[in-house]
C-alpha cells in the first residue's frame, strides 16, 4: 500500500519538480570560473581607477623633480635727483627704474636627490595596485567559492526537504492506522522545515557574496551569477621557514615599507644639502633720467649665506622619521612572518582532515540518503535512522564544503602575503 501510494504520489510531483528545476537553472545566471570571475572583478572594479591615477600623478610629479627652479624677476621703480656738488642747486629730476631676470641654480646634487625620491614614489604607486590586483584577485576567488558553497548546501537542503515533505503527504494520503502515521508525518514535516531553514540561511550567505561580487566588478547587484565547479585540489606547501622568507621577500607590504625607508633616508641627504648656498645669475637692466639720462646692463649674482644653520632642526625632524620608518618596517616583518605561518598551519589542518575524508564523500553521503529513503518506503529501516541519516547527509556535506572553503581563504592569504606569486613547492 505504501509503494503504491508513493508511486502515485511522485507521478504527481513531477511536472512540480520539473518546474522548480527550470525556475533554478533561469535564476542560476551566467556561469563562470574562478579565474575567469578574478580577471572581470580586477579589469571592471572602478576603484582600480584611482590607483592607476596615481601612477600617473606620481610620473608627473618625477618630471617635475628634475627641472629647474623657475627664474625670478625683479622690477624696480623711483625717483632720481641730481644736485651740484658746489652750491647743492637741483639740476634735474625724472623716473628710474631696473629690470632683472634670475636663475637660481641649486648644487650639491639637490635635483637629483629629488629626482629619486621622485622615483621611489612611482615605484611605491605601482605596488600599490599591484597589491590592490592581488588583494582583489583574492577576494573575488574566495567570494566565487563561497558562491559556489552556498549553492551547493542549498541545493542539498531544498533536496532532503522535497524528499521528507513528499514522504509525509504519502504517510498522511493512506488510511491511517493508529497514531503511528500521523506522528511519522510530523516528524518528517519537522525535519523538512529543519532542512528548508538551513537552505534560506545558505541562500542568505549566497546573497551576499553575489551582491559583494557584483558590486566589486561594477556590476549591477541583481545580476545572477552561477559558479563553475571549481578544481578541488589543494597543493602541498613549503615549509613555514620557506614560505616566511618568500613573504619577506615578495610582500607587497614590505617592498613598499623598504621604498619608503629608503626614500627617508634621500629627504634626510635632501636635508642635509639645504646647506649648501643657491646661487641666482641672470641678466639686470636700468635707466636714470635726471639732468643726463644713464643707463646700466650686466649680469647680477646673488647667494645665500648658510649662517645660522636653521637646516638643522629641517634634518633632525628627516632622520626621526627615518628611524620611525625602519621600527615600522621592522615589525611589518615579524608580523608578516607571524601571519604566514599562522595561515600554513591553518591550511595544513584543514588539508590533513580533508584528505582523511573519501574524495567521493559527498556523492557516497548523497547515495546513503537515497537509499535510507528507498528502504524507508519499503519499511526495511525505522524512521529515527532515516532522519538521522538525511541529517547527516545535510551535515557531512557542509563541514566538506566549510572546510574546503576556510583551506582555500588560507590558501589565498598565504598567496596574497607572498605577494600574489604561486607556492607551489
Known amino acids: 500500500?505504501?509503494?503504491?501510494?508513493?508511486?502515485?504520489?511522485?507521478?504527481?510531483?513531477?511536472?512540480?519538480?520539473?518546474h522548480a528545476q527550470m525556475s533554478a537553472q533561469t535564476r542560476?545566471?551566467?556561469?563562470?570560473?574562478?579565474?575567469?570571475?578574478?580577471?572581470?572583478?580586477?579589469?571592471?572594479?572602478?576603484?582600480?581607477?584611482?590607483?592607476?591615477?596615481?601612477?600617473?600623478?606620481?610620473?608627473?610629479?618625477?618630471?617635475?623633480?628634475?627641472?629647474?627652479?623657475?627664474?625670478?624677476?625683479?622690477?624696480?621703480?623711483?625717483?632720481?635727483?641730481?644736485?651740484?656738488?658746489?652750491t647743492g642747486m637741483p639740476l634735474g629730476d625724472g623716473l628710474t627704474y631696473a629690470v632683472s631676470v634670475v636663475q637660481p641654480i641649486e648644487f650639491g646634487g639637490r635635483i637629483a636627490l629629488r629626482r629619486a625620491i621622485a622615483e621611489r614614489q612611482v615605484d611605491l604607486a605601482k605596488m600599490g595596485l599591484q597589491q590592490f590586483d592581488a588583494t582583489l584577485a583574492a577576494?573575488?576567488?574566495?567570494?566565487?567559492?563561497?558562491?559556489?558553497?552556498?549553492?551547493?548546501?542549498?541545493?542539498?537542503?531544498?533536496?532532503v526537504a522535497t524528499r521528507m515533505r513528499t514522504l509525509a503527504r504519502v504517510i498522511v494520503s493512506r488510511?491511517?492506522?493508529?497514531?503511528?502515521?500521523?506522528?511519522?508525518?510530523?516528524?518528517?514535516?519537522?525535519?523538512?522545515?529543519?532542512?528548508?531553514?538551513?537552505?534560506?540561511?545558505?541562500?542568505?550567505?549566497?546573497?551576499?557574496?553575489?551582491?559583494?561580487?557584483?558590486?566589486?566588478?561594477?556590476?549591477?547587484?541583481a545580476a545572477r551569477l552561477r559558479i563553475v565547479r571549481p578544481d578541488m585540489s589543494?597543493?602541498?606547501?613549503p615549509s613555514g621557514t620557506t614560505l616566511a622568507a618568500n613573504a619577506t621577500?615578495?610582500?607587497?607590504?614590505?617592498?613598499?615599507?623598504?621604498?619608503?625607508?629608503?626614500?627617508?633616508?634621500l629627504r634626510?641627504?635632501?636635508?642635509?644639502?639645504?646647506?649648501?648656498?643657491?646661487?641666482?645669475?641672470?641678466?639686470?637692466y636700468d635707466r636714470a633720467r635726471s639732468d643726463i639720462r644713464e643707463t646700466n646692463y650686466g649680469v647680477r649674482l646673488s647667494t645665500t649665506i648658510p649662517l645660522w644653520n636653521r637646516q638643522a632642526g629641517e634634518v633632525a625632524v628627516e632622520q626621526g622619521r627615518q628611524a620611525?620608518?625602519?621600527?615600522?618596517?621592522?615589525?611589518?616583518?615579524?608580523?608578516?612572518?607571524?601571519?604566514?605561518?599562522?595561515?600554513?598551519?591553518?591550511?595544513?589542518?584543514?588539508?590533513?582532515?580533508?584528505?582523511?575524508?573519501?574524495?567521493?564523500?559527498?556523492?557516497?553521503?548523497?547515495?546513503?540518503?537515497?537509499?535510507?529513503?528507498?528502504?524507508?518506503?519499503?519499511?526495511a529501516i525505522p524512521l529515527a535512522i532515516y532522519m538521522q541519516m538525511q541529517q547527516s547527509y545535510i551535515d557531512a556535506t557542509n563541514a566538506l564544503l566549510d572546510t574546503r572553503r576556510e583551506a582555500l581563504e588560507a590558501l589565498l592569504m598565504l598567496r596574497a602575503l607572498n605577494g600574489g606569486t604561486a607556492l607551489a613547492r
Not at 522545515?193 to 557574496?209: H, P, V
Open 268 to 284: 634626510v641627504d635632501l636635508a642635509r644639502k639645504a646647506r649648501l648656498p643657491i646661487v641666482g645669475v641672470g641678466p639686470y
Open 324 to 379: 620611525q620608518a625602519n621600527a615600522t618596517l621592522i615589525n611589518a616583518e615579524r608580523r608578516v612572518a607571524r601571519d604566514v605561518f599562522d595561515q600554513a598551519a591553518q591550511y595544513e589542518a584543514k588539508r590533513s582532515a580533508l584528505g582523511k575524508w573519501d574524495g567521493n564523500t559527498p556523492r557516497s553521503f548523497a547515495d546513503t540518503a537515497e537509499e535510507a529513503n528507498r528502504n524507508f518506503q519499503l519499511g
Open 28 to 86: 542560476a545566471g551566467t556561469a563562470i570560473s574562478l579565474d575567469r570571475l578574478a580577471q572581470d572583478v580586477i579589469a571592471n572594479n572602478p576603484e582600480r581607477q584611482f590607483y592607476q591615477r596615481q601612477i600617473e600623478t606620481a610620473g608627473v610629479e618625477r618630471s617635475a623633480a628634475g627641472r629647474w627652479a623657475d627664474p625670478e624677476t625683479v622690477v624696480e621703480f623711483g625717483q632720481r635727483r641730481a644736485d651740484d656738488r658746489t
Open 249 to 265: 621577500a615578495n610582500n607587497f607590504e614590505l617592498k613598499a615599507l623598504r621604498a619608503q625607508f629608503e626614500q627617508q633616508g
Open 175 to 221: 488510511d491511517p492506522a493508529g497514531p503511528a502515521p500521523r506522528l511519522e508525518a510530523a516528524s518528517l514535516q519537522a525535519g523538512a522545515i529543519s532542512a528548508e531553514r538551513t537552505a534560506a540561511i545558505a541562500d542568505a550567505e549566497a546573497n551576499s557574496a553575489l551582491y559583494e561580487l557584483n558590486q566589486l566588478r561594477g556590476a549591477p547587484f
Open 234 to 237: 589543494l597543493p602541498d606547501l
Open 1 to 18: 500500500m505504501r509503494i503504491v501510494a508513493l508511486a502515485l504520489m511522485v507521478g504527481a510531483v513531477m511536472p512540480t519538480a520539473a
Open 139 to 159: 577576494r573575488a576567488r574566495t567570494l566565487g567559492y563561497a558562491l559556489f558553497a552556498a549553492d551547493e548546501k542549498a541545493g542539498v537542503a531544498r533536496e
